[in-house]
Structure formats: structure tokens, C-alpha cells
């Protein structure tokens, strides 16, 4: 990002910042009609807030280089200001197809050794950044006291699969190979992400679900793809905000196109022959989210299979609200989901 650019990109935020902070009857006028499904209702902010990426989302073609960057400003807007202090650092990791860019989050007044999170972002394989997700992986550093390690990574259709899997588990694996150079416990490495950052979180999780020296000690999944096939799911056609099915499956299309990739586990996680090498697993669903019940059938097929897992769905909050953070309600969840990351690898 040029130096031009970021000015510009955090003049717009704190303007939206500012813009969110007006009185929720101001809200209530812009957003006047709500539909109640499935017996919730976004609240007035959280429709908003919803909806400004939704137009990039939900887009027909394969996004350019401005509709990407449009598509990170507005995530940034949506993650508000967050005053919280943090020391963020931006490296540079050995990738299978070159450098790769990740942004070191440190909180302050870290105990060390200390526990890490790696984090890969979301926007369907073909959207978002690092730099755009500030938000999140910001506040899961300074609430759950870990560093967090927020990876970029090679996005579709350019680089289909699979690019992004190769290069988040590259990441991981230089995280777990440099922990003592960032006075990291090795024993507290965990993989998050959400959305498709969750479908390639829970990919590496299984990936390494066997191997001694990486092996993540936790996954925590936020409204994740989990599956290939949006069949058999009534969120499916359900909601329509700020997602609906057919951007779910315009998106895996672009991401895994080759037939042979439809259960590769991979990509397919729920359908995995070997689901039972998942580490400890920590899920969250949002109430009023297609993928709602992928991550939910998710949690039950791995507690069939005895591995530790926990579950949370949160009603009346949207697909992407660990993005949203200027709603009080998706930062009280987003909260909740680092306070589960803390009493697994944070700080006692």
C-alpha cells in the first residue's frame, strides 16, 4: 500500500467511523426496512454495515484491482477505529511461489513466551488483504492476549487452488519454525480465519492434523466454508445479506474450478475421510448467515468423532461481522470468539 493511498484509505475510515457513530434513530431512517428471517432481524447499523460490500461480493465477474481496493476500504470503514494499542509489524514470509506479506500484531505489555494465532482473511479466495482486516485480527490480539500473525496470500481467479492453501500453509509453517525468534510458545500455535480464510484454516488444521512439529494446538473457524455443495442446508437460500448462494458458489467456482477438487479435502473439509486428525476446534456462526449451517454440521460431525470442539451461533448478527466492529453487537461477539482463544493460548 503507497504511503498516498494509506493517507487516503484512514482519512475515509475515520470519515465512516464518524458517519457510524450517529444516534440509532438516525440508523433506523436508513435503513427503514428489515426483513425478519428465520425469526431475526439484523438491527439498523448492522444492515448497513452489512451492505457495503456487498455490491464487490456479489459482483458476476472476476474482481479488478479497484474493485479490490474499494472492497478493503469498505471493510476497514466497517471495522471502525479501533483504539486499541498494538505494535503491527509487516514482514516478509518465504512462500512456495515467492515472498509472501503478513502484518505481526503485538499487543502491549505481552507476558512472553506468548501464544500466536495465525490468521488468514476472508472475501471468498478472490477478495480482501491483510492490510484490510485490520480490524479483526487487531482486536483477537489485544483481547486474547497472543500475537497474531495476519497472512496475505494468492487470490483467484488468477491463482486458483491450490495457491491460497499452499501459501497459508507456508505461512503456518514459517510461524511454528520462527516461535522462538518472536519469543513464542510453540505449544500455543493456533490457526484462525473466517469465511474462506475459516474453509483455509480448517484445511491446514487437518492438513497437519498428524504431524508432531506443527500440529496447531487449536482451529477457530468463524462462519467457515466447510463444504462444496451449498445442498441440504436450509441457510442455504435463506439469507441473502451481505451474501446469498449463488456468491458462495460463483466464489468456489473461481477458487477450486477442476471437478476433481469438489472433495478434495482441501478444500471440502466437512466431507474429509480423516476428520478426526482436527486439533481442538472452536466454531462460530452467525445467526443470519448462508453458511450457517456448514459450520454448525461442522461442530456435530467432529464431536461424533470426539475431538474437542466448541460451538457458538450468534442470532441476529450477519455473515462477516468479526468485520463490523463498529456495530457494538458484532464487537461483542468478536470479543467473545478471542476470550475462547485466550483460555487456549493466551495469556491465564
Same mark, same amino acid.
Given at each position: 500500500?503507497s504511503?498516498?493511498?494509506?493517507?487516503?484509505?484512514?482519512?475515509?475510515?475515520?470519515?465512516?467511523?464518524?458517519?457510524?457513530?450517529?444516534?440509532?434513530?438516525g440508523?433506523?431512517l436508513l435503513?427503514?426496512?428489515?426483513?425478519?428471517?428465520?425469526?431475526?432481524?439484523?438491527?439498523p447499523?448492522? =444492515?448497513?454495515? #452489512?451492505?457495503?460490500?456487498?455490491?464487490?461480493l456479489?459482483?458476476?465477474?472476476?474482481?479488478?484491482?479497484a474493485?479490490r481496493?474499494?472492497?478493503?476500504?469498505?471493510?476497514?470503514i466497517?471495522g471502525?477505529?479501533?483504539h486499541?494499542?498494538?505494535?503491527?509489524?509487516?514482514?516478509?514470509?518465504?512462500?512456495?511461489?515467492?515472498?509472501?506479506?503478513?502484518?505481526?500484531?503485538?499487543?502491549?505489555?505481552?507476558?512472553?513466551?506468548c501464544?500466536l494465532l495465525?490468521?488468514?482473511?476472508?472475501g471468498?479466495?478472490h477478495?480482501?488483504? #491483510?492490510a484490510?482486516?485490520?480490524?479483526?485480527?487487531?482486536?483477537?490480539a489485544?483481547?486474547?492476549?497472543?500475537?497474531?500473525?495476519?497472512?496475505d496470500y494468492?487470490?483467484a481467479p488468477?491463482?486458483p487452488?491450490?495457491a491460497?492453501?499452499?501459501?497459508?500453509?507456508?505461512a503456518y509453517?514459517?510461524a511454528v519454525? =520462527?516461535?522462538?525468534d518472536?519469543?513464542?510458545?510453540s505449544?500455543?500455535i493456533a490457526?484462525?480465519?473466517d469465511? %474462506?480464510?475459516?474453509?483455509l %484454516?480448517?484445511a491446514?488444521?487437518l =492438513?497437519?492434523?498428524?504431524?508432531?512439529?506443527?500440529?496447531p %494446538?487449536?482451529a477457530?473457524?468463524?462462519?467457515?466454508?466447510?463444504?462444496?455443495?451449498?445442498?441440504?442446508?436450509r441457510?442455504s437460500?435463506?439469507?441473502?445479506v451481505p451474501?446469498?448462494?449463488?456468491?458462495v458458489?460463483r466464489?468456489?467456482?473461481?477458487?477450486?474450478?477442476?471437478?476433481h477438487?469438489?472433495l478434495?479435502?482441501?478444500?471440502?473439509?466437512?466431507? #474429509?475421510?480423516n476428520?478426526?486428525?482436527?486439533?481442538?476446534t472452536?466454531?462460530?456462526?452467525a445467526?443470519m448467515?448462508?453458511?450457517?449451517?456448514?459450520?454448525?454440521?461442522?461442530a456435530?460431525?467432529?464431536?461424533?468423532?470426539?475431538?474437542?470442539?466448541?460451538?457458538?451461533r450468534?442470532?441476529n448478527?450477519?455473515?462477516g461481522f468479526?468485520?463490523?466492529l463498529?456495530?457494538p453487537d458484532?464487537?461483542a #461477539?468478536?470479543?467473545?470468539?478471542?476470550? %475462547?482463544?485466550?483460555?487456549?493460548?493466551g495469556?491465564?
Amino acid at each position: 500500500m503507497s504511503p498516498t493511498f494509506r493517507i487516503l484509505t484512514t482519512a475515509i475510515q475515520a470519515a465512516g467511523a464518524r458517519a457510524l457513530s450517529m444516534p440509532s434513530a438516525g440508523w433506523s431512517l436508513l435503513a427503514p426496512k428489515r426483513p425478519v428471517v428465520d425469526g431475526q432481524q439484523l438491527s439498523p447499523r448492522l =444492515h448497513v454495515l #452489512a451492505t457495503l460490500g456487498k455490491r464487490e461480493l456479489l459482483a458476476r465477474r472476476p474482481p479488478s484491482p479497484a474493485t479490490r481496493a474499494r472492497f478493503d476500504v469498505l471493510t476497514r470503514i466497517a471495522g471502525g477505529i479501533d483504539h486499541t494499542e498494538a505494535a503491527v509489524e509487516t514482514i516478509q514470509l518465504s512462500g512456495p511461489a515467492g515472498p509472501l506479506s503478513a502484518r505481526l500484531y503485538e499487543p502491549t505489555q505481552l507476558r512472553r513466551p506468548c501464544g500466536l494465532l495465525v490468521y488468514v482473511h476472508g472475501g471468498g479466495w478472490h477478495l480482501g488483504s #491483510a492490510a484490510g482486516f485490520d480490524a479483526p485480527a487487531r482486536l483477537l490480539a489485544t483481547r486474547a492476549r497472543v500475537k497474531v500473525l495476519s497472512v496475505d496470500y494468492r487470490l483467484a481467479p488468477e491463482h486458483p487452488f491450490p495457491a491460497a492453501f499452499d501459501d497459508v500453509l507456508a505461512a503456518y509453517r514459517f510461524a511454528v519454525d =520462527h516461535a522462538p525468534d518472536w519469543s513464542v510458545d510453540s505449544t500455543r500455535i493456533a490457526i484462525g480465519g473466517d469465511s %474462506a480464510g475459516g474453509n483455509l %484454516a480448517s484445511a491446514i488444521a487437518l =492438513h497437519l492434523g498428524a504431524d508432531s512439529r506443527y500440529r496447531p %494446538a487449536l482451529a477457530v473457524l468463524l462462519y467457515p466454508v466447510v463444504d462444496t455443495s451449498m445442498d441440504g442446508y436450509r441457510s442455504s437460500d435463506l439469507f441473502t445479506v451481505p451474501l446469498d448462494r449463488g456468491c458462495v458458489e460463483r466464489a468456489l467456482t473461481w477458487y477450486a474450478p477442476g471437478p476433481h477438487t469438489a472433495l478434495d479435502p482441501r478444500v471440502c473439509v466437512l466431507r #474429509a475421510q480423516n476428520l478426526s486428525l482436527m486439533p481442538a476446534t472452536h466454531i462460530a456462526t452467525a445467526g443470519m448467515d448462508v453458511l450457517r449451517d456448514q459450520g454448525e454440521a461442522l461442530a456435530r460431525r467432529l464431536d461424533d468423532l470426539t475431538v474437542p470442539v466448541s460451538l457458538e451461533r450468534y442470532d441476529n448478527l450477519p455473515h462477516g461481522f468479526a468485520t463490523m466492529l463498529a456495530d457494538p453487537d458484532a464487537r461483542a #461477539a468478536t470479543e467473545d470468539i478471542a476470550d %475462547a482463544v485466550r483460555a487456549r493460548i493466551g495469556e491465564p
